[in-house]
């Protein structure tokens, strides 16, 4: 049976508008579609851009696509389609509006009273730390090398420590899967190091083209799956052509990862972190 949660009433929100709502420490955006001449449609999504964690709630848009306001990602808000970076797409949720209040479904929050064992996690490249959860029983130590399961795929990460705060405020990055064993190291010495080309390719193809795009680092992902090319510089569909252009060359998913040169002005610096600081 389907457990449904009462977020708020359906008429503080008028059609064309949105709103937040916390549950259980996640930022619920509700937002009202207008549909023309027909009642308007409610969405429900994390308030919480799956690049660098801005609230969705303040970007621009109209029917149901939404501009983040910190780097103009566009997102669908019915379907959680990125349409810049289908990878990283919105986490959204079940709703529906009975007897004028909307109802949210509660399965995806029940699961976070039991995500309730939080580690603070480095990975990637870029160095990013970040909350992941890990089974109840888990014992990790300051330094073991672990397993994860980001947005981006199956990765190594370090462990920092056990993070302080326990309770359901924070939206964990990914799990932690298990530690990473000599197994994984030898698979790891066998992997194929394409990085060097990737980025000597991409490097002379954004010369080529002038583009104003400068790739910083290239890191390929333990999952031996995905290339992820860090760059400065603004998003533009000359990026995408290139992106598809390589993937085109590659067996590997080649991913282009905005990287800021100042720190984000909130939120964690990771990329698809699902982190609710705002
Ligand atoms: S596009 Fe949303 S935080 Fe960067």
Redesign the pocket.
């Known amino acids: 049976m389907t457990n449904w949660i009462p977020l708020g009433s359906a008429s503080e929100i008028p059609p064309g508008n949105r709103k937040v709502y916390s549950l259980k420490g996640t930022e619920i955006a509700i937002f009202h579609v207008a549909n023309k001449g027909q009642p308007g449609q409610f969405y429900a999504i994390h308030d919480c851009?799956?690049?660098?964690?801005?609230s969705?709630v303040e970007g621009e848009g109209t029917g149901t696509e939404i501009a983040?306001?910190?780097?103009?990602?566009t997102f669908d808000v019915a379907s959680g389609e990125c349409h810049?970076f289908p990878e990283f797409p919105l986490t959204r949720y079940e709703l529906k509006v009975e007897n004028g209040n909307i109802l949210i479904e509660a399965s995806a929050f029940e699961e976070l009273d039991i995500h309730d064992h939080l580690f603070l996690v480095r990975y990637g490249a870029m160095g990013w730390i970040d909350h992941f959860s890990a089974e109840e029983d888990a014992a990790f130590s300051h330094r073991d090398r672990i397993i994860l399961n980001t947005s981006r795929g199956e990765e190594i990460g370090e462990i920092l420590s056990k993070a302080i705060n326990q309770n359901n405020s924070i939206t964990p990055a990914g799990s932690i899967l298990r530690m990473f064993t000599p197994t994984d190291q030898q698979k790891l010495l066998q992997q194929e190091d394409i990085t060097t080309h990737v980025l000597e390719d991409c490097q002379s193809l954004i010369q080529e083209r002038g583009m104003p795009t400068e790739i910083i680092d290239c890191e390929q992902l333990f999952d031996q799956q995905t290339v992820v090319l860090y760059y400065l510089g603004n998003r533009m569909p000359a990026l995408e052509i290139l992106a598809q252009e390589l993937n085109a060359n590659y067996a590997w998913r080649i991913v282009f990862h905005?990287v800021d040169e100042a720190p984000?002005p909130s939120?964690c610096s990771s990329g698809g972190c699902g982190c609710d600081q705002k």
């Open positions: 851009c799956p690049h660098q964690g801005a969705l983040c306001p910190l780097h103009d990602w810049d905005p984000a939120g």
